[in-house]
């Protein structure tokens, strides 16, 4: 399907999983790990996506240009633990046809 694209995701463990992402669904990074069982059930997007628990932390590893950050995004990654320079929230990025190929690592559990 051209509404696809490859997104690797690596997991907590330090495994790399190469995952099929639908464009055309307005779904976020966080709902991909999620719906690709990458993480524990109840391990991630605790909030519900709402920018308020950074548990889909993840660290962007490719040059992919995204979306800036909003105002909450920052503020939840500035109480956050583990936070790098390429740390963005997973449920803060939607989908896009311009983010094949990207690779992002999940932050550790806090």
Same mark, same amino acid.
């Given at each position: 399907?051209?509404?696809?694209?490859?997104?690797?995701?690596?997991?907590?463990?330090?495994?790399?999983?190469?995952?099929?992402a639908?464009? $055309?669904?307005?779904?976020n %990074?966080m @709902?991909?790990?999620?719906?690709? +069982?990458?993480?524990?059930? &109840?391990?991630?997007?605790?909030?519900?996506?709402?920018?308020?628990?950074?548990?889909?932390?993840?660290?962007?590893?490719?040059e992919?240009?995204?979306?800036?950050?909003?105002? $909450?995004?920052?503020?939840m %990654?500035? @109480?956050?633990?583990?936070?790098? +320079?390429?740390s963005?929230? &997973?449920?803060?990025?939607?989908i896009?046809?311009?983010?094949?190929?990207?690779?992002?690592?999940?932050?550790?559990?806090?």
């Amino acid at each position: 399907m051209d509404q696809d694209i490859t997104i690797t995701i690596i997991d907590r463990a330090n495994v790399s999983h190469e995952v099929l992402a639908p464009t $055309d669904m307005n779904m976020n %990074l966080m @709902e991909m790990v999620r719906s690709y +069982e990458l993480v524990e059930e &109840g391990t991630i997007g605790i909030c519900g996506g709402m920018a308020m628990c950074a548990s889909c932390q993840c660290y962007i590893l490719s040059e992919h240009e995204l979306p800036e950050k909003s105002d $909450d995004e920052d503020a939840m %990654l500035a @109480e956050a633990f583990h936070v790098q +320079e390429n740390s963005r929230l &997973g449920c803060q990025i939607h989908i896009q046809p311009s983010m094949e190929g990207l690779i992002v690592k999940l932050a550790p559990q806090e």
